[in-house]
């Protein structure tokens, strides 16, 4: 049975990681780790402190999709930041 990606199950899962992966980098390059105060390796659901903090991450990603379901904000005006922050780290 294949899902939206077109890939059935082990090659599913396995890209799914990936992109999982992928998007904890880029929470790591926009400084959220630092800011928040997340440790690498830490355990996000059994340390009562990470808790609080994925709490947090996750009604922030529950507001940005909130925000761009209603086009409150647009991906592109944050594609431009996004340019920005990487420009500058040069």
């Known amino acids: 049975m294949k899902n939206r990606s077109g890939l059935a199950g ?3 899962r396995q ?3 990936r992109t999982l992966i992928q998007l904890g980098g880029l929470m790591e390059k926009a400084g959220l780790f630092e800011t928040l105060g997340i440790i690498p390796g830490s355990d996000l659901q059994k340390d009562p402190q990470m808790q609080e903090i994925a709490l947090g991450l996750l009604g922030a990603f529950i507001g940005m999709k909130s925000e761009l379901q ?3 904000v647009s991906l592109e005006l944050w594609k431009l930041k996004a340019q920005s922050f990487l420009n500058e780290e040069r």
Do not use: I
């Open 70 to 72: 209603k086009k409150e």
């Open 10 to 12: 082990y090659g599913f």
């Open 15 to 17: 890209a799914r990681t």
